[in-house]
């Protein structure tokens, strides 16, 4: 304590004077410089001189932001300097060394010797990896082995020690004990003190460049992603920087939910984005993107037996598959020969180049060139047509009309260059020239645009290629009917019909993302170097191929657990991953498997495995609690009093989720029972974050984060009563970490009967 007080001592006089010269070096920048700009070498100058200055205080802001990270550091030390000791005796050195273990490191005051290290330092993985005996880590190059003759714990909370323990296993259960039974925060927690060895394995994982992982619901998985992304900055320092890293989460309130780890443990967040979001930056300025959560609403609130809901089923199933994948690629084959569709090319109305001239052009390049590098030369084409137009539009009526328009800055801009030029001898007066000028000047401002237009090579047309997808009779015949769904005729032409509309739905957006890339060409995104997707199960197999496809550099770590897929193409994924997706890349691929759950009691895990298969793998954490409760009521008003007295019972208790299954039987519920619970509130698709108290949301909503009382709005067979609400039940269900209660109006859902009778109790 004493050596972490005096650094910061330290840091804290050196940064005072290093942030008044800052301030003094911003406040007199420009006394430094002569600006001098009458010719080429004392512009040079004058540039040389800026770009010192400007240097000079980046480094002194460069230097100001490391103190200020170690100052913050070492606050963090003084509140929790170490969580674990291990006393390891190297072999051949005899001596035994104690290493203490924290979020960051320290050194004695000579700088000489580690008084604590690093949490993600090679020596540290001893903490993590082993139990007292025989126990070895990795150097670069080198593996140091040696025997473990210690191993301690240490709970230390605000710089006072609270408890240790000696512990023979590799993190003991008395520490998860005392960390898992705490109450649910609004934001998830780092991990360091108590990373299981699978866990650490995940974080640590350098060789894959896809790194797969199936584990149960709340077996650690994003909490295990978090703490890598925290390794990786540190393991690759200098190297790799937060924003090249990037986590594609499920939802907004999610994002705000694990925002606070990172910086708890010293670094900044990632870069964090929702797929939805990256599909509206690029289709939302044309088109109605719908949101994926919208689709679930539609999923889970229609009835099967409409017959609509079946034709929308089949093609969320369809276009989410390979096999559709396939249909895409073998058009996009087809279309290198013909069928491309373009735009005419308009200017002022009128059309200066149609499309089938385009299209000719198109195909009159080599075949055996790649369709966007054919792209690129028929935007180069039609730019140098364009500029021929140009010089034909200049002596045109409209042009002298908008000349008249011009303003007085045009004219007088006009005005220099024509005195700029005069030196050059020619035959035009200097009105002539000025003329001619400002006659360009309009023309070129018209045909702007229509260049850029070009050179974002809108002149695809990319709406009615995709729907010709569902419509040419022959681009049909082509793709071979054998795979199509039965309903593909119907498919079609709601596919066509809502494009019509400008409105794309969510299954959708993927393959025309994906068919616009293979046909333009798009560069590959080389500044993600990791990509990190949660939730990975509610992706689809061709969502998958297409991060693939947008960040082929970027070495991916995708995590997800099968039984919480609750999209429609997730339900059929007997993995998490088809086995050939990643596979072609042999060697870069590795898949790990994590079954024991810390969220929920033993009770409630015990319980909820009880109606997913392969749930007899899940094994829960020895943490006891009450068994969930099973109410079932026969009226309405029963119901509302039974779900606000589970409420009222445990609202003192931390937070607690009524949890329903759709967003509209959330507002509803919401509407009766905020009378009787005055602190609910309502989280919708919209919500950001979610405060401590009483919220109530749908289930899909409440993907990847917890509560310390979940209580199920209508476990009834009608709400859950199809295979297809199993996954969505279990998820809602393993939300819970203490305590859980299923309310249902009538007869119970088949999952629960599926349940091992002595893990519930009826009430
Ligand atoms: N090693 C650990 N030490 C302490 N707590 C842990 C550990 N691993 C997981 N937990 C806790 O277990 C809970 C679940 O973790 P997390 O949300 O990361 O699981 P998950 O696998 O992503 O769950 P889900 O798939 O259900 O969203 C969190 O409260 C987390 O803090």
Same mark, same amino acid.
């Given at each position: 304590?004493?050596?972490?007080?005096?650094?910061?001592?330290?840091?804290?006089?050196?940064? =005072?004077?290093?942030?008044?010269?800052?301030?003094?070096?911003?406040?007199?920048?420009?006394?430094?410089?002569?600006?001098?700009?009458?010719?080429?070498?004392?512009?040079?100058?004058?540039?040389?001189?800026?770009?010192?200055? @400007?240097?000079?205080?980046?480094?002194?802001?460069?230097?100001?932001?490391?103190?200020?990270?170690?100052?913050?550091?070492?606050?963090?030390?003084?509140?929790?300097?170490?969580?674990?000791?291990?006393?390891?005796?190297?072999?051949?050195?005899?001596?035994?060394?104690?290493?203490?273990?924290?979020?960051?490191?320290?050194?004695?005051?000579?700088?000489?010797?580690?008084?604590?290290?690093?949490? %993600?330092? #090679?020596?540290?993985?001893?903490?993590?990896?082993?139990?007292?005996?025989?126990?070895?880590?990795?150097?670069?190059?080198?593996?140091?082995? =040696?025997?473990?003759?210690?191993?301690? *714990?240490?709970?230390?909370?605000?710089?006072?020690?609270?408890?240790?323990?000696? @512990?023979?296993?590799?993190?003991?259960?008395?520490?998860?004990?005392?960390?898992?039974?705490?109450?649910?925060?609004?934001?998830?927690?780092?991990?360091?003190?108590?990373?299981?060895?699978?866990?650490?394995?995940?974080?640590?994982?350098?060789?894959?460049?896809?790194?797969?992982?199936?584990?149960?619901?709340?077996?650690?998985?994003?909490?295990?992603?978090?703490?890598?992304?925290?390794?990786?900055?540190?393991?690759?320092?200098?190297?790799?920087?937060?924003?090249?890293?990037?986590?594609?989460?499920?939802?907004?309130?999610?994002?705000?939910?694990?925002?606070?780890?990172?910086?708890?443990?010293?670094?900044?967040?990632?870069?964090?984005? @929702?797929?939805?979001?990256?599909?509206?930056?690029?289709?939302?300025?044309?088109?109605?993107?719908?949101? #994926?959560?919208?689709?679930?609403?539609?999923?889970?609130?229609?009835?099967?037996?409409?017959?609509?809901?079946?034709?929308?089923?089949?093609?969320?199933?369809?276009?989410?598959?390979?096999?559709?994948?396939?249909?895409?690629?073998?058009?996009?084959?087809?279309?290198?020969?013909?069928?491309?569709?373009?735009?005419?090319?308009?200017?002022?109305?009128?059309?200066?180049?149609?499309?089938?001239?385009?299209?000719?052009?198109?195909?009159?390049?080599?075949?055996?060139?790649?369709?966007?590098?054919?792209?690129?030369?028929?935007?180069?084409?039609?730019?140098?047509?364009? !500029?021929?137009?140009?010089? !034909?539009?200049?002596?045109?009526?409209?042009?002298?009309?908008?000349?008249?328009?011009?303003?007085?800055?045009?004219?007088?801009?006009?005005?220099?260059?024509?005195?700029?030029? *005069?030196?050059?001898?020619?035959?035009?007066?200097?009105?002539?020239?000025?003329?001619?000028?400002?006659? !360009?000047?309009?023309?070129? @401002?018209?045909?702007?645009?229509?260049?850029?237009?070009?050179?974002?090579?809108?002149?695809?047309?990319?709406?009615?290629?995709?729907?010709?997808?569902?419509?040419?009779?022959?681009?049909?015949?082509?793709?071979?009917?054998?795979?199509?769904?039965?309903?593909?005729?119907?498919?079609?032409?709601?596919?066509?019909?809502?494009?019509?509309?400008?409105?794309?739905?969510?299954?959708?957006?993927?393959?025309?993302?994906?068919?616009?890339?293979?046909?333009?060409?798009?560069?590959?995104?080389?500044?993600?170097?990791?990509?990190?997707?949660?939730?990975? *199960?509610?992706?689809? #197999?061709? *969502?998958?191929?297409?991060?693939?496809?947008?960040?082929?550099?970027?070495?991916?770590?995708?995590?997800?657990?099968?039984?919480?897929?609750?999209?429609?193409?997730?339900?059929?994924?007997?993995?998490?991953? #088809?086995?050939?997706?990643?596979?072609?890349?042999?060697?870069?691929?590795?898949?790990?498997?994590?079954?024991?759950?810390?969220?929920?009691?033993?009770?409630?895990?015990?319980?909820?495995?009880?109606?997913?298969?392969?749930?007899?793998?899940?094994?829960?954490?020895?943490?006891?609690?009450?068994?969930?409760?099973?109410?079932?009521?026969?009226?309405?008003?029963?119901?509302? %009093?039974?779900?606000?007295?589970?409420?009222?019972?445990?609202?003192?208790?931390?937070?607690?989720?009524?949890?329903?299954?759709?967003?509209?039987?959330?507002?509803?519920?919401?509407?009766?029972?905020?009378?009787?619970?005055?602190?609910?509130?309502?989280?919708?698709?919209?919500?950001?974050?979610?405060?401590?108290?009483?919220?109530?949301?749908?289930?899909?909503?409440?993907?990847?984060?917890?509560?310390?009382?979940?209580?199920?709005?209508?476990?009834?067979?009608?709400?859950?009563?199809?295979?297809?609400?199993?996954?969505?039940?279990?998820?809602?269900?393993?939300?819970?970490?203490?305590?859980?209660?299923?309310?249902?109006?009538?007869?119970?859902?088949?999952?629960?009967?599926?349940?091992?009778?002595?893990?519930?109790?009826?009430?």
């Amino acid at each position: 304590m004493d050596v972490i007080s005096q650094k910061m001592e330290d840091i804290s006089e050196n940064v =005072g004077g290093l942030k008044e010269g800052i301030i003094e070096l911003r406040k007199n920048f420009w006394d430094e410089i002569t600006v001098n700009l009458d010719d080429a070498h004392e512009v040079g100058e004058t540039f040389t001189s800026i770009k010192q200055q @400007t240097e000079m205080l980046s480094e002194r802001e460069r230097t100001h932001k490391h103190y200020y990270t170690k100052y913050k550091n070492l606050l963090k030390l003084k509140e929790n300097p170490y969580f674990g000791r291990v006393d390891f005796s190297e072999e051949g050195v005899g001596e035994v060394e104690k290493i203490y273990v924290g979020i960051a490191s320290l050194m004695d005051e000579e700088e000489e010797e580690f008084l604590i290290y690093d949490w %993600r330092a #090679p020596i540290s993985s001893l903490y993590y990896n082993f139990s007292p005996g025989q126990a070895s880590y990795e150097v670069p190059e080198e593996t140091v082995r =040696g025997e473990m003759t210690l191993k301690r *714990q240490f709970i230390i909370r605000k710089g006072k020690l609270k408890s240790m323990f000696d @512990t023979e296993v590799t993190i003991g259960d008395e520490m998860l004990q005392e960390v898992l039974g705490n109450n649910a925060n609004t934001s998830m927690k780092s991990i360091v003190a108590t990373i299981q060895k699978d866990q650490n394995q995940i974080i640590r994982n350098e060789t894959s460049k896809y790194l797969i992982v199936q584990g149960a619901a709340g077996s650690g998985k994003t909490s295990a992603a978090l703490q890598r992304v925290a390794y990786l900055l540190y393991r690759y320092r200098g190297k790799i920087k937060s924003d090249n890293i990037m986590l594609f989460s499920p939802n907004y309130i999610f994002n705000s939910y694990v925002a606070n780890v990172l910086p708890e443990l010293g670094e900044e967040n990632m870069k964090q984005s @929702t797929f939805f979001e990256y599909m509206t930056s690029r289709l939302g300025k044309i088109y109605s993107v719908e949101d #994926p959560l919208e689709q679930m609403e539609f999923i889970y609130s229609n009835d099967v037996r409409d017959s609509n809901y079946d034709i929308r089923m089949q093609a969320i199933k369809f276009k989410a598959s390979k096999e559709f994948k396939e249909v895409v690629d073998n058009y996009i084959t087809l279309l290198s020969d013909n069928y491309l569709l373009f735009k005419d090319c308009i200017f002022r109305g009128e059309i200066v180049l149609p499309a089938d001239e385009i299209q000719n052009k198109f195909y009159s390049l080599d075949k055996n060139l790649p369709i966007p590098n054919r792209m690129n030369l028929v935007a180069e084409w039609l730019l140098i047509k364009l !500029k021929e137009m140009e010089g !034909k539009e200049l002596k045109k009526e409209w042009v002298m009309e908008e000349m008249e328009l011009l303003d007085k800055e045009d004219y007088l801009n006009v005005y220099k260059e024509v005195q700029h030029d *005069q030196e050059v001898e020619d035959s035009f007066t200097d009105y002539e020239k000025e003329e001619k000028l400002l006659a !360009k000047k309009v023309v070129q @401002t018209n045909f702007k645009g229509l260049k850029r237009w070009v050179k974002k090579l809108r002149f695809l047309n990319m709406k009615s290629i995709y729907q010709q997808l569902y419509e040419n009779v022959t681009v049909n015949k082509s793709l071979g009917n054998s795979i199509l769904p039965d309903k593909w005729k119907e498919i079609s032409q709601f596919t066509i019909g809502n494009l019509n509309d400008n409105i794309v739905l969510y299954e959708d957006a993927t393959p025309l993302l994906y068919l616009t890339d293979r046909l333009e060409g798009r560069k590959p995104n080389t500044f993600i170097r990791h990509l990190f997707i949660d939730e990975a *199960q509610d992706y689809s #197999p061709f *969502q998958l191929e297409y991060f693939k496809l947008l960040f082929p550099n970027s070495k991916m770590t995708i995590l997800g657990d099968f039984n919480q897929g609750i999209y429609p193409h997730s339900i059929e994924v007997s993995s998490l991953i #088809p086995q050939d997706s990643f596979e072609l890349e042999s060697g870069s691929v590795q898949r790990m498997t994590i079954t024991q759950s810390y969220r929920s009691t033993k009770e409630i895990v015990n319980f909820t495995k009880g109606f997913v298969r392969g749930g007899e793998l899940i094994e829960p954490f020895n943490r006891s609690g009450d068994k969930p409760t099973i109410t079932i009521v026969s009226e309405e008003e029963l119901f509302y %009093r039974e779900v606000v007295r589970k409420v009222i019972l445990q609202k003192d208790n931390g937070t607690v989720a009524i949890i329903c299954k759709t967003a509209e039987q959330s507002a509803n519920a919401y509407t009766v029972l905020k009378e009787r619970l005055p602190d609910l509130r309502l989280l919708t698709k919209d919500s950001t974050t979610f405060h401590k108290g009483v919220v109530i949301l749908p289930a899909y909503l409440a993907k990847g984060i917890e509560f310390d009382t979940v209580v199920i709005y209508d476990a009834s067979d009608k709400q859950y009563g199809r295979e297809m609400d199993r996954k969505l039940f279990y998820t809602a269900c393993t939300r819970a970490m203490h305590h859980l209660h299923l309310i249902s109006l009538s007869e119970k859902s088949r999952f629960i009967k599926e349940a091992e009778r002595d893990t519930y109790v009826l009430q």
